[in-house]
């Protein structure tokens, strides 16, 4: 008995088929865990004479590990919640760590407080800020353990309110790549900076030059590159028709989708483009349906039409 030939047009396909199915089945079990997928995490960092302050807005699911008291169904016992909530700012200095001049800095002060999942009080430092000075809720006040905020104001002893200031980030056990923090630092002069990034991304300088953050882009633009499964599929179907005798057209091709990419990301974090509820689910339906018509159109036409091209013969 003979074995059939290699066929490189069928196994490319299968390849590309498999990684179809794993894009539609990888989120069914990322959803069977107890924790989100995602938690958004919103905080200032303002330099003031001789103080910095960093205020932080988290998810009351991310004290999970505090294991604050709770009374009832499941609300928290404010009245006995003060020593959790002291164990909580200690977790929040661990995991927010920040710098001066590359020294590091350590809080002199803290207040704390929770918050209804209703009280948007973090639209501005101003607000957050005086949302924290306010008297605490009620003792009756049902909050469920997992339905409200824990808001937070460290305050640092600083040498320069014109320092280099920077936030390192250090959450572990996979929760960083979980955890979007936004961010705005609120430097002397007056110029607001906002920065997104995700809780693993770890050292981040707040008011950096332009080689560093350059550097910053750089590095956000690989990791979000390799951390998403949907440019990968698609970049693997733009490059199985290409051998390595057109390695040159492979890296036009890939640098087309590189610029093109950052030209949509450049649209999004300016504002030039769409902002209702409607826009998000309609680009991800594109992305999903240019990726099955990549590998339809570049692998799955080629498999069936295998037996007409020179390099899948048949076995007898």
């Known amino acids: 008995m003979r074995l059939a030939s290699w066929c490189p047009q069928r196994t490319l396909a299968a390849l590309a088929l498999a990684g179809i199915f794993g894009a539609v089945l990888l989120p069914a079990s990322l959803a069977a865990h107890d924790f989100p997928n995602e938690v958004r995490v919103r905080g200032f960092v303002k ?3 001789e103080h910095l302050n960093f205020l932080v807005r988290l998810p009351l699911e991310m004290l999970l590990n505090i294991n604050l008291p709770k009374r009832g169904p ?25 710098h001066e001049n590359g020294a590091r800095l350590v809080p002199d002060h803290a207040a704390m407080r929770i918050s209804l999942p209703s009280e948007e009080a973090f639209g501005s430092y101003e607000q957050a800020r005086a949302h924290i000075a306010d008297p605490p809720l009620p003792p009756t006040t049902n909050v469920f353990w997992n339905q409200g905020y824990f808001d937070v104001h460290l305050r640092y002893p600083i040498a320069s309110a014109d320092s280099d200031f920077a936030l390192d980030m250090r959450f572990g056990g996979g929760l960083g790549d979980r955890v979007k923090l936004i961010v705005d630092f609120l430097p002397a002069d007056g110029g607001a900076r906002t920065y997104q990034v995700h809780g693993g ?21 690989f990791d979000h590159i390799l ?13 199985l028709p290409f051998g390595l005798r057109q390695f040159w057209t492979l890296v036009g091709i890939i640098t087309s989708f590189t610029v093109a990419h950052s030209i949509t ?17 309609l680009v991800e339906t594109l992305i999903a349906a240019s990726i099955v018509y990549m590998a339809v159109e570049n692998v799955i036409v080629l498999w069936l039409r295998a037996g007409t091209l020179p390099a899948c013969g048949g076995g007898g």
Request: include cysteine.
């Open 201 to 221: 991304h770890g050292w981040l300088d707040l008011d950096p030059g332009w080689f560093a953050a350059a550097w910053t882009f750089t590095q956000l633009g």
């Open 227 to 239: 951390d998403g499964i949907d440019h990968l599929l698609f970049l693997l179907c733009l490059v």
């Open 265 to 281: 990301l450049i649209a999004a974090a300016t504002g030039f483009v769409p902002s209702g509820n409607w826009f998000p689910p």
């Open 74 to 98: 499941g609300y928290l016992d404010l009245e006995r919640v003060d020593e959790g909530m002291t164990r909580a700012v200690g977790a929040v200095t661990r995991d927010f760590v920040l």
């Open 47 to 49: 330099p003031e004479k």
